[in-house]
């Protein structure tokens, strides 16, 4: 079965909101933890990753959190966009076979 | 640079019939997998190739799913025959030798439905 899961399938934000999407997992000796955007039609697009010895990374705009303590991990995004509508994957990675293995999803809609 | 394409685009077919896909990766790219995504779930691995050899096919119904990529670049996909559960968009995505795994180049899928 799946190892990592989003708490939420849909999250509805105020353009120019921050929004927060969450995704836990079970699987402790992932090494990676990735968050994926697929808009309607097009394939999963890489945002950003974080490896599991780290806390929180930096992009542009957007800020992954893990917390190992309790196996959670979100992907904040600054001043949402309309174009940041989406459904959105967290993934994660062993380094010992490095295959994907993604959550359900959150579909995130901007509100003009 | 262009990204990975697939074809075709669309699909609909009745149980039992075969089908094909075909993906044509990033050009240079070494790695490719193949995705299933049913609808509301997220991707999952199908089969994944280095160059022209299989790395991973654990998850491939290996009864009714075939995969090839005879010469390292291009790929085809094969349901034979297919199911009402075989109902999903298959994806392609492409990786570079020696980048991050976690980036993978996904294609715009493959909508095949199974009546």
């Known amino acids: 079965g799946e190892s990592v899961g989003l708490h939420l399938p849909t999250l509805s934000v105020q353009e120019g909101d921050n929004s927060i999407i969450n995704c836990a997992y079970s699987n402790s000796a992932s090494d990676y933890f990735i968050w994926y955007k697929q808009e309607s039609g097009k394939g999963p697009q890489f945002i950003i990753d974080i490896r599991s010895n780290m806390d929180k990374r930096q992009g542009q705009r957007v800020t992954v959190l893990l917390n190992k303590t309790v196996k959670h991990l979100s992907l904040q995004i600054a001043a949402t966009q309309p174009g940041d509508s989406a459904v959105y994957f967290c993934?994660?990675?062993?380094?010992?076979?490095?295959?994907?293995?993604f959550g359900a999803g959150t579909t995130v809609t901007v509100r003009a | 640079e262009a990204g990975v394409a697939q074809s075709p685009r669309y699909k609909i077919i009745e149980k039992r019939q075969s089908v094909a896909f075909w993906c044509n990766p990033i050009?240079?790219?070494?790695?490719l997998y193949w995705y299933q995504q049913i609808l509301g779930q997220g991707p999952k691995l199908l089969i994944q190739f280095q160059n022209n050899g299989v790395v991973d096919d654990s998850q491939l119904p290996k009864d009714r799913f075939s995969a090839e990529r005879l010469k390292g670049v291009d790929s085809t996909l094969k349901i034979q025959p297919a199911k009402l559960e075989d109902s999903a968009v298959y994806l392609c995505?492409?990786?570079?030798?020696?980048?991050?795994?976690?980036?993978?180049?996904f294609g715009p899928g493959t909508r095949l439905t199974v009546l």
């Open positions: 050009s240079g790219h070494a790695t």
């Open positions: 993934a994660e990675n062993h380094s010992n076979d490095y295959k994907l293995s």
């Open positions: 995505a492409s990786s570079p030798l020696g980048g991050s795994y976690n980036e993978q180049f």
